[in-house]
């Protein structure tokens, strides 16, 4: 017997390559924290384990590299549930630690129990109740091998306290780091498929060369696959339009002369009615949302469709593909891309499309992304705020952003040209991912300049991060969009509930958001106007030793445009009415 | 106790450890579909068990819901045995009212179905019979009328037939 459990859950995790815990520790876990002082793991200690989960997730979003939570039993792990659903639905790789009462004692309604287990078992890619100290590295080596292969995903290890205890009996083991062979004979189901089948490649390469109007719809996938320079070869080859979904902003360049920009309920109206109208769609680890196809029966009615992803549930589960092609996304684009070119070789040309590029232009040129400029003395708009922020902060900027109003106008109004700068809760919308998950984003990236648009609603839900930030000198900055509302829902009560405001006003100035940065550690800046906007952000752009919170007050009545209403189809997309289109439900 | 028309039977081997059968079922659960029958037990390589699953659903959700299946860590192999080519087998424990009167008249039925008295009481007998469902549905039924005190049957299990195994079976997910 040659360690103890906690001493080897530690080492596993350093040879693992983790460099940064987010975490917070209690009475079940607290052996595994003893070991974390040897240790050159480097730990963040969090303010609420909500916390822990969306840092683990901003970092695994900006570094392709798994983030990784600790917190002990019960009401640490029940707090987490929501960090493991929203990597769940988005995707994200992730490791979740979580203390558990010694074994002897799970089922008896313990101090601190719940059945992490259980209760975990549907918001994670795979999870395991450890039961022996000896299985410590075999597990943890399975756990990152599973989020970070085939669609990457959270994995939960639930570890008792006794097998990680020096002082009880349990947690002696020997210690012996599984191959990579023991690692797959010792999941004899988890095979993920990599490569396309050839003859899938081939047919989707022959209706890529056929087709009249194809628009590439690609996914957070993409980013997952890290294949967005695939994905810009292939674009650039065939000459095809691409839309970004929400999660996979930043996979190919806004600025590029093919980008058409976010398409769903508030996308652009481009990105939107090329979908429409299109007659091949090429879906690239994009998944068939129904915030990006509306009514389902009316989405995309005379496309085929080729559709790419290395989750095979994803293919016909929305929609059936014309070419099913279960794979890596960088895998397959390459190997298409290579089909393409052969079939070019042999003599193979696109068809003529020209009439195709004009209607894209046409439709760019009549219904850009637009709003009103406020009138002096009246309220700051947004997106003016957001253009600012866009125009005054580097190109490679990475920013997060939460739920609402706010995020659907940055992820509008940013320009995205750069993959892994946007990090946004697209899943599950989880209101108060922001913070977190921009202080996450920062430790993963600390030559990056890290933005985080937040909303005031949002900030409510998990601001008490920042003074983490400001304890461990991680300086992001948070722009709060303060329209006293929660904007999202007051706008579906304006527009589809007859102006009936229920529960959605939070007021402008209760909390203090300015003295509640500065009690937090934080530089705090309040802008009311529009010529404030710049300096302000200036400003903070040169604070690199502790976050900077601005909050900017914005009209309340602004509303995000286009939008397609739920449930109607993407024909019916409404652009903002102040604008002349006039609103008809 | 008749079988759903459109039933499909999933044999899936899954790893033997604990948990398998909830992460299974919650996916069953989640979508709101009734598990008709479901048998566990270890197979020929004890790292492995195989689980029968009965469900009465479309094909389309069947579809999706086998692909999540799929996902599984711990799921190795599902497939789909369609009724006609495959071997299903089933047992029924039941206890039934048999007075002196009928007595003899159930005996008859027992042997007739090839099936087993295991125990004797003054006015009830416990039989066992062991076959394909369809038969244990048709003893069911003739063995209502004398009155049923209690019935278990232990849901079924099945393997491919052997000899056009290979051409029709539908390997949904094959490791
Ligand atoms: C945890 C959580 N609760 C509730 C919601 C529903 N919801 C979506 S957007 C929104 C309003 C967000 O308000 P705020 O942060 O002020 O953003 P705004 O829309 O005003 O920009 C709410 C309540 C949610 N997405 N997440
Ligand atoms: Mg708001």
Redesign the pocket.
């Known amino acids: 017997m040659d360690m103890n459990g906690g001493q080897a859950l530690i080492k596993a995790l350093e040879l693992e390559g983790v460099e940064v815990i987010f975490g917070l520790p209690g009475g079940c876990i607290l052996p595994v924290y003893d070991p974390l002082l040897d240790s050159p793991l480097r730990h963040i200690l969090v303010r609420h384990e909500q916390g822990a989960g969306h840092m683990a997730e901003g970092y695994a979003h900006v570094t392709g590299r798994p983030g990784v939570a600790m917190v002990t039993s019960g009401p640490a792990a029940t707090n987490i549930v929501t960090p493991l659903c929203d990597a769940y639905m988005d995707s994200i790789p992730m490791v979740v630690i979580t203390g558990q009462v010694p074994t002897g004692a799970i089922g008896t309604d313990a101090f601190q129990e719940c059945d992490t287990i259980g209760i975990t078992r549907s918001v994670t890619k795979h999870n395991e109740l450890v039961t022996s100290a000896q299985d410590i590295p075999r597990a943890v080596r399975e756990a990152f091998h599973i989020a970070t292969t085939g669609r990457p995903g959270p994995v939960l290890l639930d570890i008792p306290k006794d097998i990680v205890d020096p002082k009880n009996p349990n947690s002696a083991m020997n210690w012996h780091w599984p191959t990579d062979q023991e690692v797959r004979d010792g999941l004899p189901g988890y095979k993920p498929n990599m490569k396309g089948h050839p003859r899938k490649i081939r047919e989707a390469a022959e209706l890529i060369l056929a087709s009249d109007r194809p628009v590439i719809y690609a996914g957070g996938g993409i980013l997952k696959a890290r294949a967005a320079e695939a994905l810009k070869e292939l674009a650039e080859l065939c000459d095809i339009h691409v839309v970004t979904t929400l999660m996979a902003r930043g996979s190919f360049p806004d600025d590029h002369p093919l980008c058409l920009g976010m398409p769903g309920m508030h996308g652009n109206y481009s990105a939107v009615t090329s979908m429409q109208r299109s007659d091949l769609l090429i879906a690239l680890g994009s998944r068939f949302d129904d915030r990006i196809t509306g009514r389902v029966g009316a989405f995309a009615p005379e496309a085929k469709i080729i559709h790419v992803d290395i989750d095979p549930a994803e293919l016909g589960k929305v929609r059936r593909p014309d070419v099913p092609i279960v794979g890596d996304c960088r895998l397959v684009i390459e190997e298409l891309i290579g089909a393409i070119r052969h079939l070019l070789d042999g003599g193979a040309a696109f068809p003529e499309r020209s009439p195709w590029k004009q209607t894209i232009s046409g439709w760019q040129e009549k219904h850009p992304l637009s709003y009103k400029q406020s009138e002096p003395g009246d309220a700051l708009k947004p997106q003016f705020v957001l253009e600012q922020l866009r125009d005054n902060t580097p190109d490679d900027c990475i920013v997060a952003s ?6 659907m106008w940055t992820s509008q109004y940013w320009k995205f040209n750069h993959p892994y700068t946007w990090v946004n809760s697209g899943g599950l ?4 991912f922001a913070v977190p998950a921009a202080i996450g984003a920062k430790v993963g990236r600390p030559d990056a300049m890290v933005w985080a648009v ?6 409510q ?1 998990t601001a008490q991060e920042l003074v983490t930030a400001a304890a461990e000198r991680i300086p992001v900055k948070i722009a709060i ?1 303060n ?1 006293a ?6 706008q579906w009560q304006e527009m589809f509930y007859e102006e009936r405001y229920s529960e959605v006003y ?1 007021s402008p100035d209760l909390p203090d958001y300015k003295l509640w940065a500065e009690a937090m550690g934080c530089v705090g800046m309040r802008v009311e106007a529009p010529e404030e906007v710049e300096s302000a952000i200036q400003k903070a752009n040169e604070i690199d030793d502790r976050p900077v919170v601005i909050e900017f007050r914005t009209d309340s009545s602004e509303k995000v445009f286009p939008m397609v209403p739920a449930g109607m189809s993407n024909d019916d997309i409404i652009t903002d009415p102040a604008l002349g289109e006039g609103f008809v439900q | 106790m008749t079988m759903p028309n459109k039933h499909h039977i999933l044999s899936v081997t899954v790893v033997n450890k604990a948990g398998v059968l909830a992460r299974l079922s919650g996916l069953f659960a989640r979508r709101a579909f009734n598990i008709y029958s479901l048998a566990v037990a270890p197979t020929e390589d004890e790292r492995y068990s195989r689980i029968t699953i009965v469900v009465d659903v479309e094909s389309t959700p069947l579809e999706q819901i086998t692909k999540q299946l799929f996902k599984l860590i711990d799921v190795v192999k599902i497939t789909e045995l369609d009724p006609s080519d495959a071997v299903e087998r089933e047992l029924l424990l039941v206890t039934a009212e048999a007075p002196p009167a009928v007595r003899s008249q159930i005996i008859e039925l027992v042997d007739v179905f090839e099936g087993r008295i295991l125990n004797v009481g003054h006015e009830r007998l416990t039989m066992s019979l062991e076959g394909h469902p369809d038969k244990l549905d048709d003893f069911e039924e003739l063995l209502r009328p004398y009155g049923i005190v209690e019935l278990q049957r232990t849901g079924r299990v099945a393997l491919p037939k052997i000899d056009n195994s290979a051409a029709r079976l539908r390997a949904v997910k094959n490791a």
Request: glycine letters at 26%; hydrophobic letters at 35%; aromatic letters at 8%.
């Open positions: 939460g739920v609402g109003q706010h995020q919308g989880t209101m108060g937040d909303g005031d609603g949002c900030f839900m969009l329209n509302y929660l904007g999202m829902v007051r939070l």
